[in-house]
């Protein structure tokens, strides 16, 4: 009697242990168990050609050994210096990262337009990972994609919606507003056409936009909306409605449209097919009634075949009198480049606001020894927080900020950029593509 009474204490207290200690699945354990298993194991398994030829076996436990830090078999992507998943965390881990690259669907435009050498999306075909799939490996990695531990929240992986490549529908137009329209042009085979429209918007007096919409036929790269500097002189003003190509078929630079570059101020873009950009609730841009809007559409072609390009804009607006703050674009420019011969060279400069501020959008532009932009916030509670990042001169992403970030009274951002100039010459501040820039787009409200 006495005996059965201990192993029922011993038993007891074994399952007392068992439920305190049963671990909860590590981030990692999860994605081996929920993703990788169902969705990539059956090609990346231990022996097959698939596993030797793209050198990942994710059937084992090993697969985190095989992927983090670990330099991909692709080599286009190696040479830009991806690993296959990233431990940096955050945006720069996520950039850095090959994985992401591979799955995330919703970027799949730029994708295959961008980078024509690394290789089909994954899983291959029209197969995307789930929303919740997709945000639950981008969360990981952006934590620093540790092996164990819980970094990301499961129930993330509840929503099983799937990205579904948007067919081309032409906007209507806004019940309020303007409507802007490139009608279809052409893009040869295997070609880069990058082109501005100066658009007149036929307004009297200033108008003030709150929502922006864009649609566009597949294969663009991007699209910006830009109006002038008002210190530009009318020579420098282009005609209406005629295409001005950056790029002749030669492949040599449109001095006079780099020329009219110079005097941008951006407004909006986007680089995915369609954008539905809305300012919160009685925030506008202003739109100045003595410039129209240069259009600049951007579209690559893979493919053998012409294909055709087709963008239209709606910009919705409101009156003056609901509007209770303007959205002012940043264009904050550092001038003061001088990158000596043979070096890096990393320049910074701050900016800094003298009234709060709330930034809704950002992107970088530099030239093409610029080798990393980063911008941190300066000062306040979230000082040194990275907030833009990106290695790429030509294609720097448009990041939105919702909630936008608030900048305080003596705050700001702070510039970072990397120049790798290997000319036997001084490089300085300049409009073509030999010189240099250092300049943050964007847009906030007060
Ligand atoms: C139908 C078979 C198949 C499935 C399913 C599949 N892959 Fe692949 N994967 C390949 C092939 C083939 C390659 C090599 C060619 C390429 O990159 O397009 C590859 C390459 C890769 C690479 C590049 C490796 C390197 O170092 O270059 C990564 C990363 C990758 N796959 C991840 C995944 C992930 C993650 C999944 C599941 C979400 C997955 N794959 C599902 C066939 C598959």
């Not at 008002?230 to 078929?249: A, G, M, Q, T, V």
């Not at 703050?325 to 550092?334: E, L, Q, Y």
């Not at 990397?418 to 030999?434: A, H, K, P, V």
């Amino acid at each position: 009697m006495k005996r059965i009474l201990y192993f029922i204490i011993i038993f007891s207290i074994f399952i007392g242990c068992e439920e305190v200690e049963k671990p909860d699945r590590s981030t990692w354990n999860i994605i081996q168990e929920e993703v990788l298993l169902s969705s990539c194991v059956n090609c990346h398994a231990s022996q097959t050609a698939i596993t030797k030829q793209s050198g990942l076996d994710l059937s084992k436990n090993e697969a985190y050994s095989e992927m983090v830090g670990v330099s991909p078999k692709n080599i286009a992507a190696k040479e830009d210096g991806l690993v296959i998943v990233s431990n940096e965390g955050g945006m720069k881990g996520l950039a850095k990262s090959f994985l992401w690259e591979k799955i995330n669907a919703y970027d799949r435009e730029h994708y295959l337009s961008d980078h024509p050498q690394y290789g089909q999306m994954m899983p291959p075909g029209e197969n995307f990972l789930s929303d919740g799939q997709l945000k639950f490996i981008r969360s990981w990695i952006e934590a620093g994609a540790p092996e164990s531990g819980i970094v990301v929240d499961e129930k993330l992986l509840l929503d099983s919606n799937r990205y579904s490549p948007p067919e081309f529908t032409p906007l209507n137009p806004p019940e309020k507003g303007i409507q802007l329209h490139i009608k279809p042009f052409e893009v040869k085979p295997n070609y880069e056409r990058e082109f501005f429209q100066y658009t007149d918007l036929n307004i009297d007096g200033d108008i003030y936009a709150n929502r922006i919409e864009i649609e566009m036929r597949s294969g663009s790269h991007h699209f910006i909306l830009y109006s002038f500097d008002k210190n530009i002189n009318n020579s420098n003003i282009p005609e209406y409605d005629i295409k001005r190509d950056l790029r002749f078929e030669d492949g040599t630079m449109n001095v006079q449209t780099l020329r009219t570059m110079q005097y941008h101020e951006f407004f909006s873009g986007t680089q995915w097919p369609r954008m539905d950009y809305n300012l919160p609730p009685g925030v506008a841009f202003k739109l100045n009634s003595k410039f129209g809007i240069d259009q600049n559409a951007h579209y690559v072609n893979r493919s053998d075949s012409i294909i055709i390009g087709e963008v239209f804009t709606n910009i919705h607006t409101i009156d003056r009198s609901e509007v209770e703050k303007v959205a002012n674009i940043i264009n904050w420019s550092n001038q003061e480049i001088l990158l000596p011969p043979r070096k890096v060279t990393t320049l910074n400069k701050s900016f800094i606001t003298d009234a709060p501020i709330y930034i809704g959008q950002l992107f970088s532009h530099a030239h093409e020894k610029m080798t990393e932009f980063v911008v941190k916030i300066k000062g306040g509670e979230r000082n040194g927080e990275l907030v833009y990042w990106t290695d790429d001169w030509e294609h720097p992403p448009i990041i939105n900020y919702d909630p936008p970030i608030q900048l305080n009274n003596g705050e700001g951002l702070e510039l970072i950029a990397t120049y790798d100039n290997q000319e036997d010459r001084f490089i300085t501040f300049g409009f073509l593509s030999t010189d240099e820039m250092m300049i943050l787009f964007g847009w906030y409200y007060k």
